[in-house]
């Protein structure tokens, strides 16, 4: 079956520390996106890619990137980990963009001290 | 710009007693609206969809959903609530190619 699995599942790193988040997905998708949830804000949306080449900016993409060199692996690189950054990530992607139904991963833990 | 807020980030009920959670929307184009769910320390499973067909729209376990344009409003409703509903859930709404969710609602089920 497909799927899209994110790893690692836990991390703790410290403030100043790079720190790449990957997702890997099998439902051969074009567009792929990251998200953090943090209490009482919901999902909200970081970085998504609609293709091999194509990254754009979400809503809170200040301090993170994005690269999209194959179709299946969209990872997240925090440049230097913060504690603002402490949160659970989480992967998706999709294959209609009209009607955008999206599947999601089991998620990241992600704790910067 | 589309927008989703979520009355009440706690809902809690009684086993068998009915689940209504609410969903108010803003879009300046036609919407298509979802209904997600997470179970603690999982990833969001999708309950249902609008994508401009039936207003009512049935979902998985038993949910439903109403699509009110007069009203921007789309909420979840469940007949008769079981304590595996327990959970997290989050409405959203396409827009721009993206999704733009709510904060979500938990909902609580007590025996």
């Known amino acids: 079956d497909a799927e899209i699995t994110q790893s690692p599942r836990h991390k703790i790193t410290e403030t100043g520390r790079q720190v790449t988040l990957a997702c890997h997905q099998t439902?051969?998708?074009?567009?792929m996106f990251w998200y953090r949830q943090d209490l009482g804000h919901g999902l909200r949306l970081i970085h998504y890619?609609?293709?091999?080449?194509?990254?754009n900016k979400g809503e809170v993409s200040d301090g993170y990137s994005v690269s999209r060199s194959n179709t299946e692996d969209l990872p997240l690189t925090l440049e230097s980990a913060a504690s603002s950054q402490t949160s659970v990530y989480f992967c998706?992607?999709?294959?209609?963009?009209?009607?955008?139904?999206?599947?999601f991963g089991p998620g990241t833990r992600l704790t910067v001290l | 710009a589309q927008s989703v807020t979520q009355l009440g980030s706690h809902v809690s009920v009684s086993e068998g007693a009915l689940v209504l959670l609410r969903c108010n929307y803003s879009?300046?184009?036609?919407?298509?609206l979802f209904w997600y769910v997470q179970y603690p320390n999982q990833g969001l499973q999708l309950l249902l969809k609008?994508?401009?067909?039936?207003?009512l729209v049935k979902g998985i376990n038993g949910f439903e959903a109403e699509f009110k344009k007069s009203e921007t409003s789309f909420h979840l409703t469940k007949p008769s609530a079981h304590m595996s509903d327990a959970a997290e859930y989050f409405c959203?709404?396409?827009?721009?190619?993206?999704?733009?969710f709510g904060a979500g609602t938990i909902l609580r089920v007590k025996s």
């Open positions: 959203a709404v396409s827009g721009l190619n993206k999704l733009v």
């Open positions: 609008y994508t401009s067909a039936a207003t």
């Open positions: 879009s300046s184009v036609p919407p298509y």
């Open positions: 439902w051969n998708h074009n567009n």
């Open positions: 998706a992607s999709s294959e209609q963009l009209a009607t955008n139904e999206q599947f």
């Open positions: 890619s609609y293709g091999v080449q194509d990254t």
